[in-house]
């Protein structure tokens, strides 16, 4: 169901011929309204794609008409020209959809770094893509926007009378500064704009800015809402954030799953920290620590690659407070080994560290890993990507 | 030669069983004077092994008589037990080197955290070791030091009637906070532990610490530098920190040609920096990039993920000036892409990559880093180490 699962939107996925492969490659979403009120994250990364810089400036009017998005080709560091290409982007769907203007259509795109985008073949893919727009093409966009994923990432959330539903790719370069990856959200609840907005940031804050695969921040970045009016209904507050939070929450965890060459998803619970940003920062610290990620693609309980990776932090601890636990066991207590390191049973995907630094009452906070295998190497040495 | 090259000093290796294979894994280094001037640094992790603990406090004095190293247990999170193993370590070798004092004896360990280390095994070691000291015992000491490293390293550097030597281990966990692995210089110049600390400062600032060969930063680092004075020679001082540099930089380009399944060596230049902050910064973001890692594994010239990299840091520059080339051609010009990158030839193990950031006039800054391979995923999976 995707993007169009809440009423007021259409959406498409074709092959333009971006890819050499002939895999579908270009994605439209359209808001049909009657409002058309959007909000947006987009990567802290400082080098950004052109069409994240687009986009940001689009997204400041805090109304969208339209999305594209492109795999195949990320349009980033690709100088004035990439910025022209995703101007031309916008203005040819603006065209196609008749009545729309190109300073509300968000332009979004993915795949390698420092090539253009071949131009003659994604305008004329606009107008196919137009053509075949429909209130069940969310599941063809989904697939269009695939680049490494092996599988399209979608969820719907329903309450009373409205829909949250989104789409997300990414399975590399997945390591948030402020969001990751491409994802649009889809609500026929009516909201405007700040409201959007507020309740975006608080929810990927917390899912897509707590994933983290690889350590490796994107230059196109972008998490999308979009808001129709179409279900005539305005939902409270908490209950839409909560919903969007659903979602995104989802689909984070979606992406995880798919992590280019894992073997493993690493849920690290960072608890009893000094504060939330001592717990994110420990947290990341661990997440991104290849020898221990090597360690847990062995199914090794290795707790003192977790201790070194504190270390490194500045967080408030004690060395010798330190308690980690894997999969539930004790590992190690007070900085020291604590219970038999035997009774870890890791032959499961999901591998759980919590690791406790007995400095404060923050509440608990998770980030979610891969491991690090061979397979990932592969991947990312045998071509370009 | 290594540690004994410069006179007044004397060293053993010998298989003392901690490893369970057999291998020579306890070392002893002993200054026989007539100076006993040391000066040391230490990994900036705070989680810290024991005898790191122990060795800072010997520091303290200025003075270090004897140096006894082990491989097969780093002796890092293993509580009071593993304080008080260190300690009694350091009085069992004042006690084998009669007229020695504990508090001028430091200890040095690496291998696997979390577990103590079999003290029944390592005591009688030391009495054996003591009893095969020698003025040829450098290279012996070398070997016994050794963990997953598949040579060992020493280095040495002989100026006018007065010499440097060294030796080091090191292969993973190689990422230094301030120093890294384990490593003892020892000179006969007749000089005071301040100079001496000046000298090991300066010297590790530019070379160990700036190895990264995989981001992850140790509990055990430790370099040492003891002066003997048996020469009888006082260099000025610029003349013995050039010499302490040389020998520290040789070093730790064997660690980096070591690194646990490396196939390539990066040599990472940062230029037209706007500090040697900014430069470091840079250099150090782009040699933990996994995907860049692979990518250079694969002899990818992948230059975008190379500014995705730069793009993570808070270092001045602007995206659009930015130029990067791989060995020496310009594959990425003011921000996109440069010469064609089929002119890159990848085929050597030694890779140059050019970072310059047209953001000010700081001098060059090198990082040493090494890529991301199958080979060390398998080496830090297989088992616990």
Request: proline share 3%.
């Amino acid at each position: 169901m995707s993007v169009t699962a809440a009423k007021g939107f259409t959406a498409a996925g074709i092959a333009a011929g971006i890819k050499e492969n002939g895999n579908p490659d270009l994605a439209l979403v359209v808001n049909n309204g009657p409002r058309r009120a959007a909000a947006g994250v987009f990567t802290s990364n400082r080098v950004k794609a052109a069409p994240v810089l687009w986009s940001e400036q689009v997204l400041k009017g805090g109304a969208v008409t339209a999305v594209v998005l492109n795999s195949g080709g990320a349009n980033a560091c690709t100088g004035p020209q990439g910025f022209q290409d995703t101007h031309a982007t916008a203005e040819k769907a603006a065209e196609v959809l008749d009545g729309h203007s190109a300073g509300e259509v968000a332009v979004a795109s993915t795949g390698l770094i420092g090539v253009t985008l071949p131009m003659d073949k994604l305008l004329p893919g606009l107008e196919k893509a137009a053509a075949e727009l429909s209130a069940h093409g969310g599941e063809k966009a989904a697939i269009a926007i695939k680049t490494t994923d092996t599988v399209h990432k979608t969820s719907v959330v329903t309450r009373g009378g409205w829909t949250v539903g989104g789409m997300a790719k990414g399975a590399g370069m997945l390591a948030p500064g402020l969001a990751t990856m491409l994802v649009v959200l889809t609500t026929d609840a009516d909201l405007d704009a700040p409201v959007l907005d507020r309740a975006l940031r608080e929810a990927t804050r917390t899912t897509f800015d707590r994933v983290d695969s690889d350590g490796c921040m994107s230059t196109n970045d972008t998490v999308l809402l979009l808001a129709s009016g179409a279900s005539e209904v305005t939902p409270g507050y908490a209950e839409f954030a909560e919903a969007v939070r659903t979602v995104c929450d989802d689909l984070a965890r979606q992406l995880i799953g798919d992590a280019e060459g894992a073997s493993k998803d690493i849920r690290i619970e960072v608890v009893n920290a000094a504060s939330e940003a001592d717990a994110v920062e420990v947290g990341r610290s661990i997440a991104r620590n290849n020898l221990l990620k090597c360690a847990i693609h062995g199914e090794d309980p290795n707790w003192g690659r977790v201790l070194s990776a504190i270390g490194t932090t500045g967080a408030a601890f004690e060395p010798d407070r330190l308690n980690v636990a894997i999969n539930g066991v004790w590992v190690c207590r007070n900085g020291s080994f604590g219970e038999d390191r035997d009774l870890v049973d890791m032959r499961y995907r999901e591998v759980r560290i919590t690791a406790d630094l007995a400095a404060g009452t923050a509440e608990p906070v998770v980030i979610w890993a891969n491991d690090l295998t061979a397979d990932y190497v592969h991947e990312n040495s045998a071509y370009s990507s």
